[in-house]
């Protein structure tokens, strides 16, 4: 699908799957752009560096694009996609993977055209099989607590071994290792290391503790 366009030939080179990034890829949701930079450095600082910008407020953007710019060791995508033209623009931003809650047929041609990594949302085993028939074989589980969870994710594998996950929605620290112990899943996304109060208070070495939990999960 034409009309996308691609990351600029001098950005670094986007990685080649987003689930093999970090075990956990952190949600974020900014008001302030002025935040990315320093919310970015703590969480690479603390083992995670694939870090989902949400574009659900108007901060969104610039964000993605001040730590694109600022933060070169943090691998930065953009989530809460809806539409071709919020995957340009992320794009033109400046963003290595893209992430949508769910997909379209002409949302999902442009995250295909846009030479990044992408995953799709899904929550039923149709949408699943759909997709693989489109041959994407990695997508986000969404809304993974609501939709199922665990018991609902281990049942896809066997039937659909090829395809891999990144859970996320209402998932958190105690409950993560349940995730990534399913063969199927690679990675999750969460909320849980960028509390309120810290991002309120802009408590950046709270949030890198709280990261570096996060990425102990895969030892």
């Given at each position: 699908?034409?009309?996308?366009?691609?990351?600029?030939?001098?950005?670094?080179?986007?990685?080649?799957?987003?689930?093999?990034?970090?075990?956990?890829?952190?949600?974020?949701?900014?008001?302030?752009?002025?935040?990315?930079?320093?919310?970015?450095?703590?969480?690479?600082?603390?083992?995670?560096?694939?870090?989902?910008?949400?574009?659900?407020?108007?901060?969104?953007?610039?964000?993605?694009?001040?730590?694109?710019?600022?933060?070169?060791?943090?691998?930065?995508?953009?989530?809460?996609?809806?539409t071709p033209g919020q995957v340009e623009a992320a794009l033109t931003a400046g963003a290595r993977f893209l992430v949508s809650p769910g997909w379209s047929p002409r949302l999902l041609g442009a995250m295909q055209d846009s030479g990044v990594p992408y995953l799709p949302g899904v929550s039923t085993a149709s949408e699943v099989v759909t997709l693989l028939a489109e041959g994407v074989t990695e997508m986000k589980f969404f809304p993974a607590e609501a939709a199922g969870g665990t018991a609902y994710l281990g049942a896809l594998a066997a039937p659909l071994p090829q395809a891999r996950f990144c859970p996320t929605g209402g998932i958190g620290l105690a409950s993560a290792p349940s995730y990534l112990a399913l063969p199927n899943v690679g990675c999750v996304g969460g909320t849980w290391m960028l509390p309120a109060g810290a991002l309120a208070t802009k408590d950046w070495p709270r949030v890198r503790r709280l990261a570096r939990e996060a990425a102990e999960l895969a030892a």
């Open positions: 699908m034409g009309g996308v366009t691609r990351a600029a030939p001098s950005s670094p080179a986007p990685p080649s799957s987003v689930l093999g990034l970090a075990p956990v890829i952190p949600v974020v949701v900014l008001d302030d752009a002025a935040d990315a930079v320093p919310l970015a450095r703590a969480l690479v600082a603390g083992g995670l560096p694939a870090i989902e910008v949400t574009l659900r407020t108007p901060a969104a953007l610039d964000a993605i694009r001040a730590v694109a710019d600022e933060v070169p060791e943090a691998v930065i995508g953009a989530g809460t996609l809806l």
